[in-house]
Protein backbone atom coordinates (compact mmCIF):
# COMPACT_ATOMS: atom_id res chain seq x y z
CA UNK A 1 0.00 0.00 0.00
CA UNK A 2 1.23 3.67 -0.72
CA UNK A 3 1.91 4.99 2.50
CA UNK A 4 1.96 9.20 2.24
CA UNK A 5 2.83 10.65 5.98
CA UNK A 6 2.50 14.16 7.40
CA UNK A 7 4.79 15.20 9.87
CA UNK A 8 2.45 16.66 12.05
CA UNK A 9 -1.44 15.74 12.74
CA UNK A 10 -1.86 19.38 14.78
CA UNK A 11 0.35 22.48 14.61
CA UNK A 12 -0.62 25.96 16.56
CA UNK A 13 1.54 28.77 15.16
CA UNK A 14 1.52 32.43 15.45
CA UNK A 15 0.87 35.10 12.64
CA UNK A 16 3.72 35.83 10.92
CA UNK A 17 5.84 33.34 11.69
CA UNK A 18 7.34 30.81 8.96
CA UNK A 19 5.51 27.77 8.99
CA UNK A 20 6.74 24.26 7.31
CA UNK A 21 4.32 21.86 6.37
CA UNK A 22 6.40 18.12 5.88
CA UNK A 23 4.96 15.72 3.54
CA UNK A 24 6.97 12.49 2.36
CA UNK A 25 5.82 8.77 0.33
CA UNK A 26 7.04 5.41 0.50
CA UNK A 27 5.92 4.68 -3.55
CA UNK A 28 8.64 6.17 -5.49
CA UNK A 29 5.62 8.31 -7.08
CA UNK A 30 6.60 11.87 -9.50
CA UNK A 31 3.23 13.84 -8.91
CA UNK A 32 2.75 15.23 -5.40
CA UNK A 33 0.11 17.33 -4.18
CA UNK A 34 -0.66 20.29 -1.71
CA UNK A 35 -4.57 21.13 -0.62
CA UNK A 36 -6.08 23.06 2.26
CA UNK A 37 -9.36 21.52 3.31
CA UNK A 38 -12.25 24.15 4.31
CA UNK A 39 -15.76 23.31 5.33
CA UNK A 40 -18.26 24.11 2.52
CA UNK A 41 -15.15 24.33 0.27
CA UNK A 42 -14.34 20.92 -0.56
CA UNK A 43 -10.48 20.09 -1.33
CA UNK A 44 -8.67 23.53 -3.08
CA UNK A 45 -5.23 22.69 -4.55
CA UNK A 46 -2.25 25.14 -4.08
CA UNK A 47 0.80 23.59 -5.19
CA UNK A 48 1.78 20.16 -7.26
CA UNK A 49 4.84 18.74 -8.61
CA UNK A 50 5.70 16.76 -11.05
CA UNK A 51 9.51 15.98 -10.68
CA UNK A 52 12.24 17.14 -8.12
CA UNK A 53 12.78 20.88 -8.26
CA UNK A 54 9.29 21.12 -10.45
CA UNK A 55 6.54 23.04 -9.71
CA UNK A 56 3.35 24.33 -10.85
CA UNK A 57 0.90 26.80 -9.22
CA UNK A 58 -2.75 25.67 -7.95
CA UNK A 59 -5.87 27.13 -7.78
CA UNK A 60 -4.76 29.06 -4.46
CA UNK A 61 -1.02 29.67 -4.74
CA UNK A 62 -1.01 33.16 -2.76
CA UNK A 63 0.83 33.15 0.65
CA UNK A 64 2.50 29.71 -0.10
CA UNK A 65 5.09 28.50 -1.70
CA UNK A 66 6.76 24.71 -1.88
CA UNK A 67 9.96 23.15 -1.80
CA UNK A 68 11.19 19.37 -3.69
CA UNK A 69 14.59 18.46 -3.27
CA UNK A 70 13.71 15.12 -2.88
CA UNK A 71 11.45 12.83 -5.17
CA UNK A 72 9.54 11.29 -1.78
CA UNK A 73 9.64 14.99 0.00
CA UNK A 74 6.95 17.72 -0.48
CA UNK A 75 7.21 20.22 1.53
CA UNK A 76 4.10 23.82 2.05
CA UNK A 77 6.31 26.89 3.26
CA UNK A 78 3.80 29.54 4.70
CA UNK A 79 6.10 32.50 4.70
CA UNK A 80 4.39 34.60 7.10
CA UNK A 81 1.63 32.97 8.39
CA UNK A 82 -1.84 34.89 8.67
CA UNK A 83 -5.10 33.85 10.59
CA UNK A 84 -6.66 33.07 7.30
CA UNK A 85 -4.36 30.19 6.38
CA UNK A 86 -5.68 28.49 9.66
CA UNK A 87 -7.10 25.11 8.00
CA UNK A 88 -6.49 21.04 7.37
CA UNK A 89 -3.88 20.93 4.79
CA UNK A 90 -3.53 17.76 2.92
CA UNK A 91 -0.76 15.67 1.03
CA UNK A 92 -1.29 13.23 -1.96
CA UNK A 93 1.22 11.42 -4.29
CA UNK A 94 0.50 9.68 -7.76
CA UNK A 95 2.45 8.30 -10.20
CA UNK A 96 3.40 10.23 -13.24
CA UNK A 97 2.17 8.26 -16.04
CA UNK A 98 -1.95 8.68 -16.61
CA UNK A 99 -4.71 10.66 -15.19
CA UNK A 100 -6.18 7.47 -14.62
CA UNK A 101 -3.90 6.87 -11.55
CA UNK A 102 -5.51 8.15 -8.33
CA UNK A 103 -4.13 10.30 -5.46
CA UNK A 104 -3.25 8.94 -2.50
CA UNK A 105 -3.48 11.18 0.78
CA UNK A 106 -2.19 11.68 3.90
CA UNK A 107 -3.82 11.81 6.77
CA UNK A 108 -3.84 15.30 6.79
CA UNK A 109 -1.71 18.30 9.08
CA UNK A 110 -4.78 20.78 11.06
CA UNK A 111 -3.15 23.70 11.50
CA UNK A 112 -3.70 27.24 13.82
CA UNK A 113 -3.03 30.21 13.39
CA UNK A 114 -3.61 32.51 16.11
CA UNK B 1 -11.88 23.74 -17.45
CA UNK B 2 -13.33 20.81 -15.45
CA UNK B 3 -15.88 21.04 -12.41
CA UNK B 4 -18.03 18.88 -9.86
CA UNK B 5 -20.87 19.34 -8.07
CA UNK B 6 -22.59 17.36 -4.95
CA UNK B 7 -25.77 19.04 -4.66
CA UNK B 8 -26.35 17.68 -1.45
CA UNK B 9 -24.31 18.88 1.99
CA UNK B 10 -25.89 16.79 4.04
CA UNK B 11 -27.56 13.43 4.45
CA UNK B 12 -29.45 11.45 7.10
CA UNK B 13 -29.97 7.68 6.35
CA UNK B 14 -30.95 4.93 8.92
CA UNK B 15 -28.63 2.03 9.41
CA UNK B 16 -30.12 -0.35 6.70
CA UNK B 17 -31.01 1.76 4.72
CA UNK B 18 -30.07 2.35 0.40
CA UNK B 19 -27.54 5.15 -0.20
CA UNK B 20 -27.32 7.32 -3.27
CA UNK B 21 -24.77 10.34 -3.35
CA UNK B 22 -25.19 12.56 -6.15
CA UNK B 23 -22.37 13.70 -8.28
CA UNK B 24 -22.01 16.26 -11.44
CA UNK B 25 -19.45 17.00 -13.43
CA UNK B 26 -18.64 19.34 -16.51
CA UNK B 27 -15.71 18.24 -18.66
CA UNK B 28 -15.28 18.02 -22.18
CA UNK B 29 -13.77 15.13 -23.32
CA UNK B 30 -14.03 11.62 -21.59
CA UNK B 31 -13.33 12.38 -17.57
CA UNK B 32 -11.58 10.33 -14.88
CA UNK B 33 -14.07 10.03 -12.18
CA UNK B 34 -13.28 9.51 -8.91
CA UNK B 35 -15.08 8.81 -5.15
CA UNK B 36 -13.33 9.40 -1.67
CA UNK B 37 -14.56 9.35 1.95
CA UNK B 38 -12.94 10.67 4.87
CA UNK B 39 -13.94 9.48 8.18
CA UNK B 40 -13.31 12.28 10.35
CA UNK B 41 -9.89 13.38 11.32
CA UNK B 42 -8.79 11.47 8.86
CA UNK B 43 -7.29 11.84 5.07
CA UNK B 44 -9.14 10.21 2.06
CA UNK B 45 -9.24 7.88 0.77
CA UNK B 46 -10.34 6.12 -2.65
CA UNK B 47 -13.43 3.88 -2.38
CA UNK B 48 -13.71 3.63 -6.37
CA UNK B 49 -12.93 4.72 -9.74
CA UNK B 50 -13.72 5.05 -13.43
CA UNK B 51 -11.75 5.72 -16.42
CA UNK B 52 -13.68 3.92 -19.21
CA UNK B 53 -15.50 0.55 -20.28
CA UNK B 54 -18.40 -0.61 -18.06
CA UNK B 55 -19.82 2.23 -16.83
CA UNK B 56 -21.01 0.72 -13.66
CA UNK B 57 -17.94 0.06 -11.59
CA UNK B 58 -17.62 -1.47 -7.56
CA UNK B 59 -15.50 0.08 -5.12
CA UNK B 60 -14.36 -1.00 -1.83
CA UNK B 61 -16.93 -1.40 1.37
CA UNK B 62 -19.89 -2.63 -0.92
CA UNK B 63 -20.19 0.84 -2.64
CA UNK B 64 -20.56 1.40 -6.65
CA UNK B 65 -21.04 4.32 -9.08
CA UNK B 66 -22.33 4.39 -12.51
CA UNK B 67 -21.64 7.00 -15.13
CA UNK B 68 -23.90 8.26 -17.32
CA UNK B 69 -22.84 10.00 -19.70
CA UNK B 70 -26.16 11.91 -20.84
CA UNK B 71 -26.25 12.92 -17.21
CA UNK B 72 -23.19 13.79 -16.71
CA UNK B 73 -23.10 11.86 -13.57
CA UNK B 74 -21.66 9.78 -11.69
CA UNK B 75 -23.57 8.80 -8.19
CA UNK B 76 -22.56 6.91 -5.86
CA UNK B 77 -24.75 4.26 -5.01
CA UNK B 78 -24.74 1.10 -1.74
CA UNK B 79 -27.51 -1.05 -0.71
CA UNK B 80 -27.31 -1.01 2.94
CA UNK B 81 -25.40 1.52 5.21
CA UNK B 82 -23.56 0.30 8.37
CA UNK B 83 -22.89 3.01 11.05
CA UNK B 84 -19.12 2.61 10.16
CA UNK B 85 -20.48 4.86 6.87
CA UNK B 86 -20.88 7.97 8.59
CA UNK B 87 -18.73 10.35 6.85
CA UNK B 88 -17.67 12.68 4.30
CA UNK B 89 -17.86 11.69 0.98
CA UNK B 90 -16.05 13.58 -2.05
CA UNK B 91 -16.72 13.39 -5.75
CA UNK B 92 -13.49 14.16 -7.68
CA UNK B 93 -12.61 14.25 -12.18
CA UNK B 94 -9.47 14.23 -13.56
CA UNK B 95 -8.86 15.35 -17.15
CA UNK B 96 -7.96 13.16 -20.41
CA UNK B 97 -4.93 14.20 -21.34
CA UNK B 98 -2.33 15.10 -18.95
CA UNK B 99 -3.37 17.49 -16.86
CA UNK B 100 -2.50 16.17 -13.54
CA UNK B 101 -4.98 17.66 -11.38
CA UNK B 102 -8.46 16.71 -9.99
CA UNK B 103 -11.45 18.69 -9.25
CA UNK B 104 -12.82 17.95 -6.31
CA UNK B 105 -16.83 19.18 -5.45
CA UNK B 106 -17.01 20.28 -1.81
CA UNK B 107 -18.37 17.06 -0.79
CA UNK B 108 -21.18 15.18 1.03
CA UNK B 109 -21.65 15.17 4.82
CA UNK B 110 -23.18 11.34 6.01
CA UNK B 111 -25.13 10.91 9.42
CA UNK B 112 -26.34 7.04 9.58
CA UNK B 113 -29.01 6.91 12.96
CA UNK B 114 -30.00 3.32 14.31
Known amino acids: DVKVTQSSRYLVKRTGEKVFLECVQD?????MFWYRQDPGLGLRLIYFSYDVKMKEKGDIPEGYSVSREKKERFSLILESASTNQTSMYLCASRPGTGGNQPQHFGDGTRLSIL | AQSVTQPDIHITVSEGASLELRCNYSYGATPYLFWYVQSPGQGLQLLLK??????LVQGIKGFEAEFKRSQSSFNLRKPSVHWSDAAEYFCAVGAYFGNEKLTFGTGTRLTIIP
Open chain 1, 27 to 31: MDHEN
Open chain 2, 50 to 55: YFSGDT
